[in-house]
């Protein structure tokens, strides 16, 4: 047991949305009384202040953050199997959008350091059906876009971000989800904006794009029973968008406090491990703050009996899984597969304190002496 003799959670959501609770109930009975469940006024409501913040003109919501990506993918009609990079350590949800739209991934592996596509073997896996780069702003760092976006220039390829994780994360002060034509969002529970079911949205400043997403999401109709396009059932729910109203206000507050959180790990913890690295110009939102050891199986198994919770993003390299292989079959990607074997996530929940980061590094560090 842990000084506090309390459980550190990896995350708990039950406290995480305990202040917001009071808006929540009584929007909610606000959502009940008006009898519009679907695509109605808090969906709008949702969508502007969303794109607002993000420095979008339009967003538009949907199901899930899958959804979005393969969305995102779908409106810019690519030939079928057309190629699109995307790094080989992301979650998997990036590569099955790409697969779901019809289209091959090539991965590319990250940077060692900041653990995002690195630009520098971009240009080496462009071929002639390469269409688009999906971009992976990973853990809340953004990706390091000015060489991203040259290459893209140069090569005519669209620009796809995957923001899942990096909601109000910056690239030399421009918000992720912006550089492109098309930013992918995730508002899974646990994200730093997170709903309390799935959600997701994209964003977008080309009004031919934003206008043809309003479709496919809606079973490819622009007027109802008539369908311009083959589409999806993909709205986001009515009542997800009254309880993003409610945290989006507070999205830069629980940014803020993640920050904190890393910033006592980066002043704390043992040098011996590999802690994040920033890039230059990016400013991260931490949705993850993950940490390197040879030993990250013992380490997690030692927090555990102290009943402190810490997670794996991710155990499994794309390459290597189960399902995927017939894609990846003579595919290596070795730094991928180095991260996966050796990343281990920390408490950096809104619901985390500053004193429970103290205690978690202190064990760490503990055990690192050992």
């Given at each position: ?288 703050y993950n940490i390197r050891t040879e030993r990250r199986n013992e380490l997690k198994e030692y927090l555990l009996k102290k009943e402190i919770y810490t997670e ?19 595919k290596k990607c070795p730094i991928s597969e180095e991260i996966h074997a050796t990343t281990l996530s920390l408490p950096i929940s809104y619901a985390t304190t500053e004193e429970e980061a103290l205690i978690v590094s202190k064990y760490i560090n503990e055990f690192i002496?050992?």
């Open positions: 047991m842990n000084p506090t003799n309390k459980v550190i959670y990896y995350e708990n959501l039950a406290k995480l949305n305990q202040s917001f609770e009071p808006a929540f109930r009584e929007k909610f009975q606000a959502f009940l009384s008006k009898g519009w469940y679907i695509l109605g006024e808090e969906v709008s409501r949702f969508e502007q202040a969303f794109a607002a913040y993000c420095g979008a003109k339009y967003c538009i919501g949907v199901a899930n953050g899958l959804d979005a990506l393969e969305l995102g993918i779908q409106v810019f009609d690519f030939p079928k199997q057309s190629e699109i990079l995307v790094p080989s350590n992301t979650y998997i949800a990036s590569i099955l959008a790409i697969v779901n739209a019809g289209h091959i991934p090539v991965l590319v592996e990250p940077d060692i350091k900041t653990y995002n596509i690195n630009p520098t073997l971009i240009e080496s896996k462009i071929t002639s059906k390469t269409k688009a780069i999906l971009v992976v702003h990973l853990y809340g760092q953004a990706a390091q876009m000015d060489e991203i976006c040259r290459l893209a220039e140069k090569y005519n390829l669209e620009i796809i971000e995957d923001c899942a994780q990096a909601h109000g994360a910056t690239f030399q002060q421009q918000q992720v989800g912006t550089f492109g034509n098309i930013g992918a969002f995730s508002f899974y529970p646990t994200k730093n904006l997170g709903a309390l079911a799935d959600a997701g949205a994209i964003i977008t400043s080309d009004e031919n794009i934003y206008q043809k997403l309003k479709a496919l999401r809606n079973y490819g109709s622009e007027k109802k029973y008539y369908n311009k396009y083959i589409g999806k059932n993909s709205r986001l729910d009515e009542l997800q968008a009254t309880f993003l109203n409610v945290k989006l206000p507070f999205l830069n507050a629980i940014n803020e406090h993640k920050r904190k959180l890393a910033k006592i790990y980066d002043q704390q913890l043992s040098d011996k491990l590999i802690k994040p690295c920033i890039a230059t110009n990016s400013e991260s939102v931490y949705h993850i794996i993003h991710y155990p499994v390299s794309p390459n290597q899984q189960e399902g995927y292989k017939h894609l990846f079959f003579d002496k050992a």
